[in-house]
């Protein structure tokens, strides 16, 4: 425990804007939030922890949280869910396996509150087995399960382009490595292989650490 709290003055998530045509990243607290310009919507992957931090970079950036339709979560701690209540319209995908294991009022990692914020409500929710390749607003959308941060961990690759990897993994000095707060040291260790063996030729864009070609990453 005292390793991962260590651990957060270490991430370094990327400033609020513009990525690259039609994505964008938010930050919230330590993490981003990203969204993707579709067909007459965006997409987001995660949703960021602060109500008002979202607010404040979704502004910014001159992006109406009315035109967010669908959310991909890559897992339910807080710090990725804690916004959803400013998209009150869209569909939520998740893991079939985080909602189990997370319960209706569960506990996530130690002690980390991961209760899905006021307004949400159980209808919205579109949950994944893992393998599906939906196709929403022109973009092509691959889910991925990559347990072990958290048992329903989830990446998206959109496009075959760009990989989400969410928790899944950590970014350090060139390395992928397993992320602080991770439940499973083994599964985490399996989802970063397989996800580096999907990623290879793609950009990785990690909730915490940026974005990097999965070419330049060693695992550790």
Request: hydrophobic share 40%.
């Amino acid at each position: 425990m005292l390793f991962s709290i260590l651990s957060l003055p270490f991430m370094r998530p990327l400033p609020t804007g513009k990525l690259r045509d039609g994505i964008y990243a938010v930050k919230v607290w330590r993490n981003d939030a990203f969204f993707i310009r579709a067909e007459g919507e965006f997409l987001a992957v995660d949703s960021g922890k602060y109500l008002s931090e979202l607010k404040d970079g979704l502004s910014k950036l001159g992006l109406d949280p009315s035109e967010v339709r669908d959310i991909f979560l890559t897992h339910s701690d807080i710090d990725h869910i804690g916004g959803l209540e400013l998209f009150p319209g869209a569909r939520i995908h998740l893991s079939r396996r985080e909602l189990r294991e997370g319960g209706s009022g569960g506990e996530r990692i130690r002690g980390f509150r991961s209760d899905f914020p006021k307004g949400v409500e159980r209808a919205q929710l579109q949950l994944l087995f893992g393998g599906e390749k939906l196709s929403i607003g022109g973009h092509l959308i691959e889910c991925i399960p990559a347990p072990g941060h958290t048992p329903g961990s989830m990446a998206y690759l959109l496009d075959d382009q760009i990989l989400f990897s969410g928790d899944a993994l950590r970014i350090r000095r060139g390395r992928a490595e397993i992320h602080p707060f991770t439940e499973d040291r083994k599964e985490a260790r399996s989802s970063i292989d397989e996800l580096l063996r999907i990623g290879r030729g793609k950009e990785i864009l990690s909730s915490h650490y940026g974005m990097i070609p999965a070419a330049k990453l060693l695992h550790e």
